[in-house]
Nanobody, 121 residues
Framework: QVQLVESGGGLVQPGGSLKLSCTGS????????MNWYRQAPGKERELVAT????????NYADSVKGRFTISRDNAKNTVYLQMNSLKPEDTDVYSC??????????????WGQGTQVTVSS
């Protein structure tokens, strides 16, 4: 059974930090690029950060560049999102995503359940 389980969300003051974790099971974690998305009610889902299978390359949304860092530990089947200098507009539900793309016509993509991040004083 495939699972992606996020943790680390919560309430933090503006300027503070949080570190999200997402642990996968039931699939070959190291064969998947990993992504963090965020979405608030009534808003479109936003791709926040992405990391390649080996961790050799990362990309970030302009809105978080310089403040967030994505990393992974394939030995632990875990991807992380370190969030610094948090702003109220970072308040969202953050979800991790495992994406291998298409393989013989079948899309291999999995989602976690999401974790709430609230930035407020």
């Amino acid at each position: 059974q495939v699972q992606l389980v996020e943790s680390g969300g919560g309430l933090v003051q503006p300027g503070g930090s949080l570190k999200l974790s997402c642990t996968g099971s039931g699939f070959t974690f190291s064969s998947y690029a990993m992504n963090w998305y965020r979405q608030a009610p009534g808003k479109e889902r936003e791709l926040v950060a992405t990391i390649t299978k080996t961790g050799g390359s990362t990309n970030y949304a302009d809105s978080v560049k310089g403040r967030f860092t994505i990393s992974r530990d394939n030995a632990k089947n875990t991807v992380y999102l370190q969030m610094n200098s948090l702003k109220p507009e970072d308040t969202d539900v953050y979800s991790c995503n495992a994406d291998r793309g298409y393989y013989y016509g079948v899309r291999y993509e999995y989602w976690g359940q999401g974790t709430q991040v609230t930035v407020s004083s």
